[in-house]
Structure formats: structure tokens, C-alpha cells
């Protein structure tokens, strides 16, 4: 069964420290890898998106890391701001009809 | 920056009435979805929607749903006949192209649905 788990569920930090945020998933067969960051109350905002041959992707202080034989990927988030803030949801899509496949989410709550 | 737009931003009905959720996608896209979110749940998807019909829907997408995209704006979600647990908040997404490699769905804000 296609699934996507993440951890940790949530995660309090201090404003200015780095963090990451894990994913493992058991989607077959894989297209590519998703983070999106959702507000409360807001829709989901993509942050990265990766394929099967990117093993590193950054977008300003977020920086993803797919391993696709271990089916793993991991967000990095260096120095943590207030607006940090929020859901990160790991998102497979699969190669077959390009469903998303959505995990949980980690909660990240920065604080001052 | 264009973006999906979501009317209202918050509905409130009683059990067993009908609700219509409307979006705005961007403009040159051509694949829509809807997505819900139950509080403290994962993004569920409902279904996607192209060229005038549905491409693909899930096991959520009984017949109390249908969609609909009565111009050449907006996209809409019916349910006929709302339940206590269709309580949620729902999302639209469009994308320019099929959700290939690269091709990004950009979601709206959502509506919050809550059924009494």
C-alpha cells in the first residue's frame, strides 16, 4: 500500500536554531517527491520538488534531501524564524496516474 | 502573482442540505482538483478534473459529490446532501498540465465546511 509517514509529529524549537523534519514512504511506483508548507488554515505552499536523480534540493533556508534507494527524504530548515511556523507535508506522487500520495505532516511551532 | 482563489472562506450548514464550494483556478491552467482536510487529519484527495470532465476520483467521491465547471472561471464542488463528517476543510488546486515531474498544482486557500 502506497504510504507516506513522517516525523517527527511535531517540533518546538527556538527562533534562529536549524531543525530537520523526516520522511519515509513506501510509494511504487515513484514519480517524484513533494514538501509543502501549510499554514494554519491557509492551503498547502510547495517548497521542493524532487526527482528519482536529485538527491539535494534548496530553496532559501529549506533544503530537502531525497534518498531514493532508502525511500527516504529529510527537510533542513536553517536558522529557524518566527514564520517558520507551521505544517511541513511530505507529498510522493506516484508514476502510474500522478495521484499525491500526502503525509501527516510535522508541526513546527518556532518560538522567541 | 496569480493564484486559486476559494469562496467562501467559511460555510456553515445543517445536516442534509446542500452545499456548493466554489474556486477560481489560475488562469491558464487546464487540471483541477479538490482536496479536504479533516481537522488534525491528512489532505485526502477528492478528485481531478480536465477537459470538462472527471479524470480520476477517489472512494470519497460518492455520489453526494459532483463537480462542476459551469464557465470558463470557475470550478465547483456540490454536496447534495451534507453529513456531520463531511465537516472539513476543502481545497482547490489547479495545475498547468497533468502533476508530471515538475508540474506544480498550486492550492487555494479553502473553504471551511462545518455541518451541524
Known amino acids: 500500500k502506497n504510504q507516506v509517514e513522517q516525523s517527527p509529529q511535531s517540533l518546538i524549537i527556538l527562533e534562529g536554531k536549524n531543525c530537520t523534519l523526516q520522511?519515509?514512504?513506501?510509494?511504487?511506483?515513484?514519480?517524484?517527491l513533494r514538501w509543502y508548507k501549510q499554514d494554519t488554515g491557509r492551503g498547502p505552499v510547495s517548497l521542493t520538488i524532487?526527482?528519482?536523480s536529485e538527491n539535494t534540493k534548496s530553496n532559501g533556508r529549506y533544503t530537502a534531501t531525497l534518498d531514493a534507494d532508502t525511500k527516504q527524504s529529510s527537510l533542513h530548515i536553517t536558522a529557524s524564524q518566527l514564520s517558520d511556523s507551521a505544517s511541513y507535508i511530505c507529498?510522493?506522487?506516484?508514476?502510474?496516474?500522478?495521484?499525491?500520495?500526502w503525509g501527516a505532516g510535522t508541526k513546527l511551532i518556532i518560538k522567541p | 502573482e496569480p493564484e486559486v482563489t476559494q469562496t467562501p472562506s467559511h460555510q456553515v450548514t445543517q445536516m442534509g442540505q446542500e452545499v456548493i464550494l466554489h474556486c477560481v483556478p489560475i488562469?491558464?491552467?487546464?487540471?483541477f482538483y479538490w482536496y479536504r482536510q479533516i481537522l488534525g487529519q491528512k489532505v485526502e484527495f477528492l478528485v481531478s478534473?480536465?477537459?470538462?470532465?472527471?479524470?480520476?476520483k477517489s472512494e470519497i467521491f460518492d455520489d453526494q459529490f459532483s463537480v462542476e465547471r459551469p464557465d470558463g472561471s470557475n470550478f465547483t464542488l456540490k454536496i447534495r446532501s451534507t453529513k456531520l463528517e463531511d465537516s472539513a476543510m476543502y481545497f482547490c488546486?489547479?495545475?498547468?498540465?497533468?502533476?508530471?515531474?515538475?508540474?506544480?498544482?498550486?492550492f487555494g486557500p479553502g473553504t471551511r465546511l462545518t455541518v451541524l
Open positions: 488546486a489547479s495545475s498547468e498540465n497533468v502533476p508530471s515531474s515538475y508540474n506544480e498544482q498550486f
Open positions: 488562469s491558464n491552467h487546464l487540471y
Open positions: 478534473f480536465y477537459n470538462n470532465e472527471i479524470s480520476e
Open positions: 520522511c519515509n514512504y513506501t510509494v511504487s511506483p515513484f514519480s517524484n
Open positions: 524532487m526527482t528519482f
Open positions: 507529498v510522493v506522487t506516484t508514476d502510474s496516474n500522478y495521484q499525491l500520495i
